[in-house]
C-alpha cells in the first residue's frame, strides 16, 4: 500500500506565507506526476499545480508568481511552497501522487493525501 503524508497547513494572515509538504511510503518502485490541489467550502477540488518526474511544472492562473511546486525525488516528497497568501486561497489543500508500484510496468496508480487546511485571515 502507499501512503501520503500532508504537513504545513494551517491560519495565517493574508501576505503571509506557509510551506506544504507530502510524503509519500509504502511498496513504491517510482513516482510520476505529483500536484497540489485544493477544495474551498461549496467549491468543486481544483488543480493548483503539478510537477512532473522531468520537474515541468503547471500552476493554476490564480497562483502564478505566488506558488512554487518543488519535489525531492530521493525522498518521495513534493512541496508546495504559498507566498503572498490571499483570503481566497483558504481551502483545504490535497495531496495527489501517481505512483509505480511494480518493476517493469509502466502502470502508474494514482493516491490521494487526507488534506490539510490552509486558513487565510487577519
Known amino acids: 500500500q502507499v501512503q501520503l503524508v500532508e504537513s504545513g497547513g494551517g491560519l495565517v494572515q493574508p501576505g503571509g506565507s506557509l510551506r506544504l509538504s507530502c510524503a509519500a511510503s509504502?511498496?513504491?518502485?517510482?513516482?510520476?506526476?505529483m500536484g497540489w490541489y485544493r477544495q474551498a467550502p461549496g467549491k468543486q477540488r481544483e488543480l493548483v499545480a503539478s510537477?512532473?518526474?522531468?520537474?515541468?511544472?503547471v500552476y493554476a492562473d490564480s497562483v502564478k508568481g505566488r506558488f512554487t511546486i518543488s519535489r525531492d525525488n530521493a525522498k518521495n516528497t513534493v512541496y508546495l511552497q504559498m507566498n503572498s497568501l490571499k483570503a481566497e486561497d483558504t481551502a483545504v489543500y490535497y495531496c495527489n501522487a501517481n505512483v509505480r508500484l511494480y518493476r517493469g510496468i509502466t502502470r502508474e496508480y494514482s493516491y490521494w493525501g487526507q488534506g490539510t487546511q490552509v486558513t487565510v485571515s487577519s
Open positions: 510537477i512532473t518526474g522531468g520537474d515541468t511544472t
Open positions: 509504502g511498496s513504491i518502485y517510482g513516482i510520476g506526476a
